[in-house]
């Protein structure tokens, strides 16, 4: 799936239901809609990178709500606030869209209860997703710099202890590039598969039938 991926809205009646999503949620959200066999909706996403500059999510993510309303009945966001500092909210509230709950992708795969807990009890671990750990070498190592300037490995995760991959799914190769990734670091390593967490009741609703308006 492209990064933003374009979709071909021009002239199509309104039907059914969009999840506009982070492109980083793009994977497991397509795999629960197949795997599931749920009544289809359709994802749009809007790119990954845009974590690196979280003050421009708010205005994307308004734009696919707007692209997407002519052509569908339902909208859902797949997003958390993921650092736009509650901005990416007033956005939603203006457009009267519904987003998943949460500060950040790590509380709604483990649950935020479940998160908090664990941030209290180790406050220096770097989490690690599936689409994290397939993609550490571009997001982390070029992302910050860390091929090209190793030393700034202590400038930012010298505050940091452990990571922890929690895994969206049981997969033996990403738990091995998971461990090098921590090593990488300098950082202690444990994993915790969690699965989709909260995502997969929010992706429920995304599937559930629109209501009769008929009725």
Known sequence: MAPDSALTLAGRRKAGTV????????????????????????????????????????????????????????????????????????????????????????????????????????????????YMVRHFDRLIVEGLGLDRHPELRDDYFRHYTRCLYIAQTRDAGLQVKAQAAAARLGLGYAFRYVGYGELEEFLGRAAAPLPDPGV
Do not use: S
Request: glycine letters at 8%.
């Open 19 to 130: 999840v506009i999503a982070c492109g980083a949620l793009a994977r497991e959200i397509v795999h629960f809609r197949d795997m599931n066999a749920v009544p289809a909706f359709d994802v749009a996403c809007i790119p990954a990178w845009l974590h690196n500059a979280p003050q421009l999510i708010p205005d994307r993510v308004r734009e696919k709500i707007r692209e997407c309303r002519t052509a569908y009945d339902r909208i859902l966001v797949a997003y958390a606030d993921c650092g736009t500092g509650g901005l990416l909210d007033r956005v939603l509230d203006e457009e009267g869209v519904e987003r998943i709950e949460g500060p950040h992708c790590y509380a709604f795969y483990t649950g935020q209860a479940a998160f908090d807990a664990l941030a209290e009890a180790e406050t220096g671990t770097f989490y690690l997703t599936d």
